[in-house]
């Protein structure tokens, strides 16, 4: 079975930083795509950031400049960097992969974590 667990979320004041962490494990072949998303309550989920395996990024319009997403292939594992934090960045942020295993590639998700940008 594949896992994405995500760590790094929490309570930080606008202007601040944040670095999320999202590890896959499990009976990995390879990862294509890696990507961060975000959901407030109530609202659709939204694409935040995504990196291929070539290191190929995009960004939401609402965090280019700001955020940086990065990832470590030999350790599976992908990141976001989050600087001049803003109250509407807050939100549960996901990882998700699409990830190649012996019985097929597909995508997963982690649980999330959340980032509350509040003084």
């Known amino acids: 079975q594949v896992q994405l667990v995500e760590s790094g979320g929490g309570l930080v004041q606008p202007g601040g930083s944040l670095r999320l962490s999202c590890a896959a494990s499990?009976?990995?072949?390879?990862?294509?795509?890696m990507g961060w998303y975000r959901q407030v309550l109530g609202k659709q989920r939204e694409l935040v950031a995504t990196i291929l395996s070539n290191m190929n990024t995009d960004y939401a319009d609402s965090v280019k400049g700001r955020f940086t997403i990065s990832r470590d292939n030999a350790r599976n594992t992908v990141y976001l960097r989050m600087n001049s934090l803003l109250p509407e960045d807050t939100a549960v942020y996901y990882c998700?992969?699409?990830?190649?295993?012996?019985?097929?590639?597909?995508?997963?998700w982690g649980k999330g974590t959340l980032v509350t940008v509040s003084s």
């Open positions: 998700n992969a699409r990830i190649a295993t012996m019985s097929g590639a597909m995508d997963y």
């Open positions: 499990g009976s990995i072949l390879s990862i294509y795509v």
